[in-house]
C-alpha cells in the first residue's frame, strides 16, 4: 500500500463493488454521476462545497438504480440528459459482460426505455456519444474494433483495428474530422484522452509510461514520464485544467493525479480495489471506483 499524498477527500458508499463510473461531462448535468456495478446502474447526485459553501463537503443524493443485470464494462452520459426539463431527461449507454450495448433512458418516474444495441463478438471497453446532439456514439470492443451507431441501433461505420479497442473519444469541436494518428513507439497502449480545455493535446498511458501529446506539433509525444511501474490503466485529462492528469494502474491499484506544468505529483495512492476514472466538469475533484465505496479527491486547481 502507498501512502497518500493527498489523503482521499471525500467518499460515498455504494452496494456493490464498482465498475465503472462516470461524472456527466456536460455543464447543464454536471452534478449527476453513474456508478456501474455487476447487476445495476446507480445514478445520483454529487454537491460539493467547492461549489456551494452552504454545503459541508460533499452531500450525495442516490436518485434511482437501473437494473442492468450482467456486469457493466463501460459507461457513458448523453448530451440530452437533463433535470432542468419537464419531463426530467436521463438518458445513458452501457456496455455489458454479454458484449451488447444498451441505451437507457428515464423520466425518473414512469416512463423508462432500454434500447439493446448487438454488434459486438467481444468485450466493450469503452463507449462515448456525439457530444453535440448524442443521436450518435461510439464503442470499441476486444473484438477489434471501432463501431459508430445511431442511437435507433443502427450500425453507421465499422473500423477495423489492429488490436483491441481500449478508449473511444469524440473530438468536441471537428467532431467528424479526421486528425491524425499518434505514434506512442510501443506496446500496450490502453487509454486514450482528449484534454477538453486544448483539444489539441492528447495523453495516453502506454506500458509504464504517460505519454503526452500536442497534435500541432507532432504525431511523437512530446512528453513522456514513468509512472505505473507494473503497467498503466487508464488516463483522464481534468475537464477545466489542461495541466491535471490522472491515471490508474499498478502496483496495489495506484491512483495518480499529474500536474504537467509544475511537475508535481499532488495525488498518489494505492487502493485494495480501483475500477474507472472520471473528473467533474467544473471542478477539479476526481473519482474512481472501490470496493463498495467510490473515492474523492479535490485537487488545487494551479
Request: charge should be negative.
Amino acid at each position: 500500500m502507498f501512502d497518500n499524498s493527498k489523503p482521499i477527500t471525500y467518499t460515498v458508499d455504494v452496494p456493490d463493488v464498482v465498475h465503472a463510473v462516470e461524472f456527466s461531462p456536460f455543464e447543464w448535468s454536471s452534478k449527476l454521476i453513474g456508478v456501474g456495478t455487476s447487476s445495476r446502474v446507480s445514478v445520483g447526485i454529487c454537491r460539493f462545497q467547492e461549489e456551494d459553501r452552504e454545503i459541508d463537503g460533499l452531500e450525495y443524493e442516490h436518485l434511482r438504480d437501473f437494473h442492468h443485470g450482467i456486469r457493466v464494462t463501460a459507461l457513458a452520459w448523453s448530451p440530452e440528459t437533463s433535470l432542468a426539463v419537464i419531463p426530467k431527461i436521463l438518458r445513458f449507454c452501457t456496455g455489458g459482460s454479454d458484449h451488447k450495448l444498451r441505451l437507457i433512458s428515464s423520466d425518473l418516474k414512469n416512463d423508462d426505455s432500454v434500447k439493446i444495441i448487438d454488434g459486438h463478438t467481444d468485450y466493450i471497453n469503452a463507449v462515448t456519444f456525439d457530444p453535440s446532439k448524442g443521436d450518435q456514439l461510439a464503442s470499441v470492443s476486444d473484438d477489434h474494433t471501432c463501431r459508430v451507431w445511431d442511437t435507433d441501433g443502427t450500425q453507421r461505420i465499422c473500423l477495423p483495428l489492429g488490436s483491441p479497442g481500449m478508449s473511444v473519444c469524440w473530438h468536441r469541436d471537428d467532431h467528424m474530422k479526421p486528425i491524425m494518428s499518434l505514434d506512442c513507439g510501443h506496446t500496450p497502449l490502453l487509454s486514450a484522452d482528449w484534454c477538453l480545455v486544448d483539444s489539441l493535446k492528447v495523453g495516453a498511458v502506454v506500458g509504464t509510461e504517460l505519454h503526452l501529446f500536442d497534435t500541432s506539433m507532432s504525431s511523437r509525444p512530446v512528453e513522456r514520464r514513468s509512472v505505473h511501474s507494473d503497467g498503466g490503466c487508464l488516463v483522464k485529462w481534468a475537464k477545466n485544467n489542461e495541466h491535471l492528469v490522472a491515471t490508474t494502474g499498478a502496483p496495489a491499484c495506484q491512483v495518480k493525479v499529474i500536474n504537467a506544468k509544475s511537475n508535481q505529483i499532488p495525488v498518489s495512492s494505492g487502493l485494495q480495489i480501483s475500477s474507472g476514472l472520471s473528473w467533474h466538469y467544473r471542478l477539479p475533484i476526481v473519482v474512481v471506483g472501490g470496493d463498495r465505496k467510490l473515492h474523492f479527491w479535490s485537487i488545487d486547481n494551479t
